[in-house]
């Protein structure tokens, strides 16, 4: 004699439940992520279509990357999600262009202006550079605002735009166009606004339909880990590089990545005119360092990734040579006069003004520096006005820090550790002492951080 | 010598990172729960006002409960969830009332007019019975959709309205007002939207919001378990049960919660005049069966927190003597004469039409009935129109199913289990189909469920 559990559905011979006609698929979708399950591409390609045509609501999106941050997403829905992504824009198409196509994207750093020297010195050893790059927030700065720093310089250009300049010269840098990948624009800023922005899947995703969808056949990506950056730990690091390598290998583009420090700012520089100063400096030979080494090697993986060198080490000593010939700093003049700006600043980068209130901040105990919040140097120019908090703020190119000190420097007191350059006294005064509670010192000798921790292929 | 770690911002003698001036707290609440942190009441509270307000968006507040839904309440996070939400909108103030003022909910089951009686009968034992209820979704039917079968019969009124209904008669079922925990509505819909129903905290909280806002002194809950019930498994009901009494208690209202079946309708009808008619040949002593008896079992738990009985088997006697005594009959009439409708169903039930099509279902094959998906068969009720899949839908209050058959019955060939009353013949097909597949039949006996599993205080 059977007799149904009292706690369950009594099913002796039961049918499955009647269908309820007119169920939103989305709520389906969400609530299998929700529940831990493997969503099939078709699943997250409607999704994202959903999203992008108005149908599925931020709500609903927002729901759903809140179940996949914290469930997460397997290799082939990370494909799928970035599928989708570039589905729902234009894809450009560099098959007219001669020579191999190249990009490099950094994760985001604070005095990261490798861009500015990565993208003539790769078009200088044959590549075709298209470099397209979208607006910052937060603590770390833009491409786009540190070329703007220029006068006259214009980064907003049509798709047609950008690819005549490549034809031409062989290097671009641009904005992405809105036409290219919105759907990641939108998910961005609902990522942004909910507390989903750190999850692999969602960065990688990001990261590459927008690459995906620019058409660019190499690709170096520099993953920044560090106090500066948005990965602490080295583990999540080399993961998100290997499953952005993986999406681009799918996609039939050559990829490598190298994870780098982001534990001190990578140049002397914050801010914008005050980083192209310093780009400047290293395209005209004139400054060695960090920077300029991190410069070298990702042009040295494109070169590899192009066959123009036989392996990363020829292609460092190749992108070495081109730097010290000056071809580089002849392409950047073009592309800076090519986008409208003003292209004496190469021979005489004193032309880009730095802000008029100047603060020095100077050793106030002796001692290794074994610290330094780069986050919150990175906030300090923030405040200054050399980025934004929000889209809608205003950036002031003038302002800035100088920070010639580096972990792991022997500092006597009085020594110069940063130098502000500010519109205001009081931005000055209240920059000046987030860099001096960004510093940690140390009694006894301390090593510096690696520049590079490992290369992802 | 110190080296800082590879994998983590070095930090020798570090300071905090320096604060991110104008960051939204949202976020930061968000990002809390997705960790699995437990938040301030504070912090709950914001967010809850924030949404209320227009500051705090949808998709904040979908990512939120999709965080918490994976994550996991607190008993004080519910708490303070609870509190949040009673206070985005008004509460009533029923000191003005003689009386013990009393209510009683149901979680939502199929063919579960239980209100309808109860009122009535808790108002004849002496308590000032305020019912406040909103408008169903999906597959249970609506007390208010019930009500207003009776011609005229009006369910929207003011909350002053309301309290002099009760200060009269001692009973009224109305709508819930809009200025009563808006922000509820609002979440519901949310959650409805983002597959983010099913969580024990959200329920409690949706659930006793509403009731404390209303401001009633004594609450019998009815949560419903089985196949036509959101709760499948024992546990989760009494634990949802445990938490409703739980916040009630806190709140100073006394509360007594049943886990009752919902592995079969509960009565014998599904629809809305025809539940009316149910009700009230319950009202007049003509009906016995499960229905009657959970009418009997929450009165007399009303009974007894209201003092009015000594215990719930005392409160059970005073309620079957009111019921038979025909007081709780009377006092139906006269809230329905009192809500605008014609008080003469009450005694002439046949007055209620009922949909035009009829169309029988009979057993073809012999056997005990061991399985009925009572969700499909709520929704066969909602595909003939006496539900709603969306807000905008309009119910058609004729319509309806008559099933017979019980749990456990032996049934042989042509025996009618099921008579559909449907507007036209298509849709009174599809119902007729949807009840056919909705039964499992077994070759052997089968004992049906008890009418309630717990009583949770």
Known sequence: MARPPEDHPAQVSGQPPADAPGQASAVEVIAAKRDGRE????????????????????????????????????????????????????????????????DQLSTGGVSDATSLVVAPLAASLGMQVLMLSGRGLGHTGSTLDKLEAIPGLRTERTA???????????????????????????????????ATVGNQSLMAASIMSRKLAA???????????????????????????ALCVAIATRAGTSATALVTDMNQPLGTTIGNAIEVREAIAVLRGERGGRFRQLCLELTGRLAALSGTATDPAAGLHQAERALDGGE?????????????????VVDDPARLPLGPVVREVRADRAGWLGAMDTEALGLAGVHLGAGRRRADELIDPRVGIEMPVRLGDRVEVGLLVARIFASDPGSADVAAAAVRSALGWSDEPVIGPPLIYEAVE
Do not use: C, N
Not at 167 to 191: K, N
């Open 328 to 344: 580089a700093l002849e392409l950047f003049a073009r592309l800076v006069e090519s986008q409208g700006g003003d292209p004496s």
């Open 39 to 102: 969503l099939a591409a078709d699943d997250i390609a409607g999704l994202i279509a959903g999203f992008a045509a108005g149908a599925v609501t931020d709500s609903q999106l927002a729901a759903f990357l809140m179940a996949g941050y914290l469930q997460g997403f397997s290799h082939a829905e990370t494909w799928a999600l970035t599928d989708a992504m570039v589905d729902s824009g234009r894809r450009l198409d560099l098959s007219g262009l001669r020579g191999p196509t190249a």
């Open 160 to 194: 047609e735009e950008l690819l005549a300049q490549v034809d031409d010269l062989g290097v671009v840098i641009g904005a992405e166009t809105a036409d290219l990948v919105p759907a990641d624009r939108a998910m961005y800023a609902l990522r942004d606004a909910t």
């Open 215 to 241: 058409g660019v056949g190499r690709l170096v990506l520099d993953v920044k880990l560090g106090s500066g950056a948005l990965l602490k730990d080295q583990a999540s690091a080399r993961a998100l590089a």
